[in-house]
């Protein structure tokens, strides 16, 4: 069964460096997204990329944060200089041909940052 | 007001007892309502998709929607310990989901 993946699985940086949290969903979707959810709180929308654009994002999603899709499989979120409240489980999800089909989401990247 | 409210618990049951879990939610906008099932740091994995009001059952899963109400619920019957995880629901309106805190569920054999 088609599956969406997510590299790494834990990423350790410091305060004020860049990182990229890789996601590859599901070959056929065209909707993307990510989603963050800070330990013992609930998941919290991030963003939704379509035909190469953003669609929507949150509050939360402010300048620091970028996505791309690099290669046609990759879709890759991008934080720019981390800080201590960044430090959460980032998922992406897929959804296929219209933005109501269901969302199927990755095991998650854990970020920490110190 | 919180957009979707959902009590946390924890809630135990005994197993093959009939798990209830509900949310309520305030923005009239939501059209699609789910149910994901969450293990200990793992991805939601979908368990319910629903776009209107009434029951829709799958197995031993059965989730109802109240648009009236703006309440929804799933029912787990003869629950086993491998339903232990936690449940959250989700709601959406256009591109994005909005998701309760979630409720953690332990059955106990």
């Known amino acids: 069964e088609p599956e969406v993946t997510q590299t790494p699985s834990h990423q350790v940086t410091q305060m004020g460096q860049e990182v990229i949290l890789r996601c590859v969903p599901i070959?056929?979707?065209?909707?993307f997204y990510w989603y963050r959810q800070i330990l013992g709180q609930k998941v919290e929308f991030l963003v939704s990329?379509?035909?190469?654009?953003?669609?929507?994002k949150s509050e939360i999603f402010d300048d620091q944060f970028s996505v791309e899709r690099p290669d046609g499989s990759n879709f890759t979120l991008k934080i720019r200089s981390t800080k201590l409240e960044d430090s959460a489980m980032y998922f992406c999800?897929?959804?296929?041909?219209?933005?109501?089909?269901?969302?199927?989401f990755g095991p998650g990247t854990r970020l920490t940052v110190l | 007001q919180k957009e979707v409210e959902q009590d946390p618990g924890p809630l135990s049951v005994p197993e093959g007892a009939i798990v209830s879990l509900n949310c309520t939610y305030s923005?009239?906008?939501?059209?699609?309502f789910m149910w994901y099932r969450q293990y200990s740091r793992k991805g939601p994995e979908l368990l319910m998709y629903?776009?209107?009001?009434g029951n829709k059952e799958d197995g031993r899963f059965t989730a109802q929607v109240d648009k009236s109400s703006k309440y929804i619920s799933l029912f787990i019957r003869d629950s086993q310990p491998s339903d232990s995880a936690t449940y959250l629901c989700?709601?959406?309106?256009?591109?994005?989901?909005?998701f309760g805190a979630g409720t953690t569920v332990t059955v106990r054999a």
């Open positions: 999800a897929s959804s296929a041909g219209q933005p109501t089909d269901t969302q199927y």
């Open positions: 070959s056929n979707h065209l909707y």
């Open positions: 990329f379509y035909n190469n654009e953003i669609s929507e």
């Open positions: 923005n009239s906008a939501f059209q699609y």
């Open positions: 629903t776009y209107s009001s």
């Open positions: 989700a709601m959406r309106s256009d591109y994005k989901l909005s």
